[in-house]
T-cell receptor
Framework: SQQGEEDPQALSIQEGENATMNCSYKTSINNLQWYRQNSGRGLVHLILIRSNEREKHSGRLRVTLDTSKKSSSLLITASRAADTASYFCATDAGLTGGGNKLTFGTGTQLKVEL | GAGVSQTPSNKVTEKGKYVELRCDPISGHTALYWYRQSLGQGPEFLIYFQGTGAADDSGLPNDRFFAVRPEGSVSTLKIQRTERGDSAVYLC???????????????FGPGTRLTVT
């Protein structure tokens, strides 16, 4: 079952604009991760934010986490056409065996137009 | 270095047939995961291996699904008596050895698109 939901489901912007995607989840987490997926195939890890962190930056990406509201947001600044992809948040509650079972949201399809 | 590879990239099979999907993780990654992604959805966890053993198989939908990793590297996901509802992209991911309470980036393969007709 899906842990969370992304909002919006689809987003279309012009190159150079900022894109904001939101993610809500339901249960307690160790951390939350954002992934990007092109053409419905392999996912690429973008950023990980731990449950005790509130904000994290990586290049043009900014992620926030509000554990009291069980929500996170991903901001992509100065978007480019190459940012066109689906973006997923994934929560990690940890496994007793030391692994990380990721529970993904439903994704936001971002389209950046020239 | 080489990333996670999966073969075949596409598999079309008839309902009722048996299929095997293969995953080659990144060398040195002892943690290996299988996920299934249906159209328009996010990936859903199937099974997790730490080394050779399946540490968590709670995501396998039923007993037609089975996965092995006999030497702690390559893994094979096996599906018996395939059904049309099994059609999806099957993704494999690997990561560094995990420590309880810590998290590591998972590196995903390109997936195998399974179509059951």
């Amino acid at each position: 079952s899906q842990q969370g939901e992304e909002d919006p489901q689809a987003l279309s912007i012009q190159e150079g604009e900022n894109a904001t995607m939101n993610c809500s989840y339901k249960t307690s987490i160790n951390n939350l991760q954002w992934y990007r997926q092109n053409s419905g195939r392999g996912l690429v890890h973008l950023i990980l934010i731990r449950s005790n962190e509130r904000e994290k930056h990586s290049g043009r990406l900014r992620v926030t986490l509000d554990t009291s509201k069980k929500s996170s947001s991903l901001l992509i600044t100065a978007s480019r056409a190459a940012d066109t992809a689906s973006y997923f948040c994934a929560t990690d509650a940890g496994l007793t065996g030391g692994g990380n079972k990721l529970t993904f949201g439903t994704g936001t399809q971002l389209k950046v137009e020239l | 270095g080489a990333g996670v590879s999966q073969t075949p990239s596409n598999k079309v099979t008839e309902k009722g047939k048996y299929v095997e999907l293969r995953c080659d993780p990144i060398s040195g990654h002892t943690a290996l995961y299988w996920y299934r992604q249906s159209l328009g959805q996010g990936p859903e966890f199937l099974i997790y291996f730490q080394g050779t053993g399946a540490a968590d198989d709670s995501g396998l939908p039923n007993d037609r699904f089975f996965a092995v990793r006999p030497e702690g590297s390559v893994s094979t996901l096996k599906i018996q008596r395939t059904e049309r509802g099994d059609s999806a992209v099957y993704l494999c991911a690997s990561s560094q050895p995990g420590v309880a309470g810590n998290s590591y980036e998972q590196y995903f393969g390109p997936g195998t698109r399974l179509t059951v007709t």
